[in-house]
Structures are given as C-alpha cells and as structure tokens.
C-alpha cells in the first residue's frame, strides 16, 4: 500500500519562506506531485518530481529525494493568498492514479 | 486550458434516493478520470479510476454497485450514489487526466448532503 505524511499546520508570516515536508512508504513509485487547496475549492496542480533534485516554478519550488523516500515544497515571498491546504501525492503503483498525502494547512499572517 | 466542470455544485436529497453527479472536461479529451471523497478539512481519498469505453476500477472497501460508474466519453463521467444515507454525505470530487497522468485536473467538487 501507500501512505504519505505531511504535517497538519504551519503558520508562517508574510513575506517569509516555508517548507513543507512530505515522506512516503510505497509499494511503486513513479513520482511525487504537490498540489494547493484553498478552502471549499477544487485542488490545483503545483509541481511534480520524478527525479532526485529541485524543481523550481516562480515562487514555489519541490524537492525529492527517492532514496530517503522524502520530498517537500518550498513557497517563498509569502503572500496572503497561498493560506490553503497543500498535498503531496505519489504516483506509484498502478501508474495512472495518484495517493494523496495527508495534506498540511497552511496559514499566512500579517 | 485544462478545465473540468462538475454538476451540480450541491445537492440535498432524502435518505434511500440517488444522486448522479456529472464531470466533463471541456477543453481536452481525458483519457482517465478519477473520483475522490473528501471529508472536511481531511485528505482526498480515491475512489476510483474510470476510462472510457471499460469499467471502473474502484478502491478496495468502495463498493461498486453503490456507487456507479459510468464514463460514456472521453470528455464526461458520472457518479451515481445510489440509496443514498446520511454517512454518504461528503465533498465529491472528480478529476481528469490526459497526457501527463501526474497532473490531474480537478472539477469544482459536489457537496452531497444525505438527509
């Protein structure tokens, strides 16, 4: 099977840097994709990894490693709209679907 | 591009009816599309995998004949929640992929309340 885990909360200031981290036990791995959420809306694609390193798109970067089974997403220059929940998600096994992450809220405050 | 469109947005209906809800993409031709429930504030749990043309493929403890699947085209898919109750009220969520499966592309979601 698969299990992903990310922390529940962060909270982070304006302006500031923020990583989220994800760490995953599958039984196939194609690779890990970040996807943003903001409340009662529909999930949005972020940023994938299939292979070790950073990925940078803007302000938001994702890193992988596969062999420490761990990935995490970087939002930098927080702005008050990037508060919503973030997951990561695996694709591996049956190569088409995706298990998502626990997910992590994160909150931005002045 | 990449837009996926559900309908209806919310429903409310009466304990032992069903419910079908409709994903399309508009813009491009899915080859795979997924249905997810998620409850609040908690993760997207999979459902199942539809293609078009052949059956669902549906995740270990949904059960299929509750919850059918049908995915008449490469632009739409449907939900049917069949004798709906209370436990099934959720957030229902459809997504769409098309050459890159890592990205899927979600629908706004459909809130089922069961009453």
């Known amino acids: 099977g698969q299990s992903l885990e990310q922390p529940s909360e962060v909270t982070a200031v304006e302006g500031a840097i923020v990583q989220i981290n994800c760490t995953y036990q599958?039984?196939?791995?194609?690779?890990l994709s970040w996807y943003q959420q903001h409340d009662g809306g529909a999930p949005t694609f972020l940023s994938y990894?299939?292979?070790?390193g950073l990925e940078e798109t803007g302000r938001f970067s994702s890193f992988l490693s596969r062999s420490d089974s761990y990935g995490y997403l970087l939002l930098q220059e927080l702005q008050m709209k990037d508060s919503a929940s973030y997951f990561c998600?695996?694709?591996?096994?049956?190569?088409?679907?995706?298990?998502f992450g626990t997910g992590t809220r994160l909150q931005v405050t002045l | 591009g990449a837009v996926v469109s559900q309908h209806p947005s919310r429903v409310i209906c009466k304990s032992g009816t069903s419910v079908k809800i409709e994903c399309r993409s508009l813009?491009?031709?899915?080859?795979?599309m997924f249905w997810y429930r998620q409850f609040p504030k908690k993760s997207l749990m999979l459902m199942a995998t539809s293609n078009e043309g052949s059956k669902a493929t549906y995740e270990q403890g949904v059960e299929k004949d509750k919850f059918l699947i049908n995915h008449a085209s490469l632009t739409l898919s449907t939900l049917t929640v069949t004798s709906a109750h209370p436990e099934d009220s959720s957030f229902y969520i459809c997504?769409?992929?098309?050459?890159?499966?890592?990205?899927?592309?979600f629908g706004p979601g459909t809130r089922l309340t069961v009453t």
């Open positions: 990894n299939a292979l070790d």
């Open positions: 997504s769409a992929s098309w050459d890159r499966d890592y990205e899927q592309y």
């Open positions: 599958t039984s196939g791995f194609y690779g």
């Open positions: 998600a695996v694709k591996g096994g049956t190569a088409s679907k995706l298990t």
């Open positions: 813009d491009f031709q899915a080859t795979t």
